[in-house]
């Protein structure tokens, strides 16, 4: 199984409502992470987890709140977020090894429309 | 700041020729360098790899050439199929888990 799963696949949400992205990977990486990507540009990373724990913050803004709850899934929580938040979030996983990261392995995507 | 540049936004190739998709970066302390693909609405599939020490790494019909001298990488698709129709990202690793992507390149085969 190489499957990287995010759910769900859109999402609309208000300016005011919080929401969350979910993802779930089952080939035992030890690493995740999730990448904004604009319209005709490339992916951006945001945030990287390391055995659970968060070892990258892109600078990203607080209404971006990430969670490890274990070794298999991803959160992203989502708070007060502004119309130019709206993009393809992409989870990605990978190992975790001393070589670092050799392939990751994406998610297809949240569409996310904040109105 | 762009530091992964793909400078042809589109490329139109013949099936069963050569496809040349070109990449180039500025920053020095990338170590190794990823080539993905993208069909639309779907998330980048890994194609190949190579680490900044080696200049030339093959795998079935791709294969990609670096050249850190010129801080240049080429990534060669033969024979090109439709099924290669795609958008090609040029990756570059920094600090062992910091992927940065390339402004991409739309590769068109046609029949």
């Known amino acids: 199984d190489t499957e990287v799963t995010q759910t769900p696949k859109h999402l609309v949400m208000g300016m005011t409502n919080k929401k969350s992205l979910k993802c779930e990977q089952h080939?035992?990486?030890?690493?995740m992470y999730w990448y904004k990507q604009k319209a005709k540009k490339p992916p951006e990373l945001m945030f990287v987890y390391s055995y659970e724990k968060l070892s990258i913050n892109e600078s990203v803004p607080s209404r971006f709140s990430p969670e490890c709850p274990n070794s298999s899934l991803l959160n992203l929580h989502l708070h007060a977020l502004q119309p130019e938040d709206s993009a393809l979030y992409l989870c990605?996983?990978?190992?975790?090894?001393?070589?670092?990261?050799?392939?990751?392995?994406f998610g297809q995507g949240t569409r996310l429309t904040v109105v | 700041d762009q530091q992964v540049k793909q400078n042809s936004p589109s490329l139109s190739v013949q099936e069963g020729r050569i496809s040349i998709l070109n990449c180039d970066y500025t920053n020095s302390m990338f170590d190794y360098f990823l080539w993905y693909k993208k069909y639309p609405a779907e998330g980048p599939t890994f194609l190949i790899s190579?680490?900044?020490?080696?200049d030339k790494n093959e795998d079935g019909r791709f294969t990609v050439f670096l050249n850190k001298s010129a801080k240049h990488l080429s990534l060669h698709i033969v024979p090109s199929q439709p099924g290669d129709s795609a958008v090609y990202f040029c990756v570059g690793r920094t600090g062992f888990q910091k992927l940065v992507f390339g402004t991409g390149t739309r590769l068109l085969v046609s029949p």
């Open positions: 990605a996983s990978s190992r975790a090894g001393v070589q670092g990261l050799v392939e990751a392995f």
């Open positions: 190579i680490s900044s020490i080696k």
């Open positions: 080939m035992g990486h030890r690493a």
